[in-house]
């Protein structure tokens, strides 16, 4: 990749860009915007795992704690290849932004660690996830900076970070993650509350005709690219609503019908082949060709910088709704606005997870357990409300949704911002249970 498209594609400098922007239209205080546009915290950590084969191998990881005006640090850790300096900065930066969305009392942060999930072994990747917990163990904590699953990780990954920051503090400590299983204080919805908060925006969209010609989803045509929690779960909401998802996508492929795919089917198929290709009733083709594909509703639900300056153009879709973290690049996205397709933003429409999350978070500090219903219902009331405001303030300032949600989320740190300043404010890290 040449260093001029390096640039465009920096999802750090994508999200600095929109906190900047963002920033002159509520005139906001120099101080709280240049700290938006750095990070509380970095932390670079280098360990030794034990491979099967008993061989050692030395591991990068991070865990980068963006802002705290609202709470302590929220956010994911991912486990990929590309993970690198600039993309956890930027995810942890969206984080923060995020929490502000939903207005939850969180702040943003984000992990990751580079390497190959697919080519390791369980037992490999449970050392590994061992080596990195002791590395972040005195920078984590219930009070301070609660970790959860992102790309690649899922509730085993987080039971074992469970138990392995428990036996660094020398007690049981379970709301140091969230996204745990249920029998270890998992919340119920949890699994499935990234697609559901997708399915509850996407609906009040419809609902306040924010978008030409969606007035329902019955029929309504979908492409879902990538098919993990959040991709996989969309997909199967959108078939049970009645719309037809004509495309779905995975690390290896694509496949389409433009009649509709029985998602259940793909689901089965993929769960037994661990891939997509080769379903039946169902054509393969790439994923670059389902992004440009004619549909109602396209939803990125894998990784960042997918919809650029290269193929914006030939995007089809009347409103896409970004469950994955940066899909769509700054500059794509201002080509997008003037085109007047729809982008439901990441901070808005992946919100759910992060707000089950701190159901989560609330029951194991509170000794609770919700039900399903209840953890819904409240989902269902947060992701409404701030639909609504979001589409308000863009409207308001004459703006997309994306700065519309930057707008309102920056308005709400900006109300926290002055606590920073006030004697004792940093007392949380001395109840870090360390
Ligand atoms: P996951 O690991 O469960 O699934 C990722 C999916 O993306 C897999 O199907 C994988 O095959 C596919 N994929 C990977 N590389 C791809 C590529 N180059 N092209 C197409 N597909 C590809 O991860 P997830 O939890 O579903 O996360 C997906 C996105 O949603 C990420 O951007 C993540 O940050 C975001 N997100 C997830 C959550 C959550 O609660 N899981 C919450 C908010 C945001």
């Not at 709301?175 to 908060?197: C, I, Q, Y």
Request: glycine share 8%.
């Amino acid at each position: 990749m040449n260093l001029l498209k390096m640039a465009r594609t920096n999802p750090h400098q994508n999200a600095k860009e929109l906190i900047i922007e963002a920033a002159d239209k509520i005139n906001l205080e120099p101080w709280i915007r240049d700290a938006l546009l750095t990070t509380h915290r970095e932390l670079k950590v280098y360990f030794p795992v034990q491979m099967d084969d008993g061989s050692i191998k030395n591991f990068t990881g991070y865990r980068i704690q963006h802002n705290h005006m609202r709470g302590p640090f929220k956010g994911g850790i991912r486990y990929h290849w590309n993970v690198n300096l600039n993309e956890v900065r930027a995810l942890a930066t969206w984080m923060t932004i995020k929490c502000g969305v939903v207005d939850i009392p969180m702040g943003g942060g984000k992990g990751g660690v580079i390497c190959n999930p697919k080519d390791m072994s369980e037992k490999e990747l449970e050392r590994m996830t061992r080596g990195f917990v002791q590395r972040i163990a005195p920078i984590i904590g219930p009070n301070i900076d609660i970790p959860a699953p992102d790309v690649y990780t899922n509730a085993k990954v987080m039971s074992w970070i469970v138990d392995e920051y428990s036996k660094c503090v020398g007690k049981k400590v379970l709301a140091v993650v969230t996204g745990k299983p249920l029998e270890l204080g998992g919340s119920e919805g949890r699994d499935k509350a990234t697609a559901k908060g997708g399915l509850f925006v996407l609906k009040e969209i419809i609902k306040e005709k924010y978008v030409k010609g969606l007035d329902s989803l019955k029929d309504k045509t979908v492409v879902v690219q990538g098919f993990g929690n959040a991709g996989a779960t969309f997909a199967q909401f959108m078939y049970e609503e009645g719309a037809k998802v004509i495309a779905v996508s995975d690390s290896k492929g694509a496949i389409v019908n433009k009649g509709g795919l029985d998602i259940p089917k793909v689901i089965e198929h993929k769960t037994k082949t661990k891939c997509l290709g080769d379903c039946s009733d169902a054509a393969n083709t790439t994923n670059e060709d389902i992004l440009e594909m004619d549909c109602d509703i396209l939803v990125p639900a894998a990784l960042e910088n997918v919809i650029t300056m290269e193929n914006v153009e030939r995007i089809k879709a009347k409103l896409i709704l970004e469950l994955a973290n940066g899909p769509v690049t700054t500059g794509a996205d201002k080509v997008l606005y003037k085109k007047k397709v729809v982008v439901i933003p990441d901070v808005l429409a992946n919100a759910g997870g992060v707000t089950v999350s701190y159901f989560e978070w609330r029951q194991n500090l509170d000794e609770e357990h919700w039900s399903k219903e209840e953890v819904n219902k409240k989902l269902e009331k947060i992701m409404n409300r701030n639909t609504k405001l979001v589409i308000e303030t863009a409207k308001k300032h004459e703006v997309s949704t994306r700065l519309g949600a930057y707008i309102l989320s920056m308005g709400r740190i900006a109300e926290k911002a002055p606590d920073e300043l006030k004697e004792g404010h940093f007392n949380c890290y001395m109840n870090n249970n360390l």
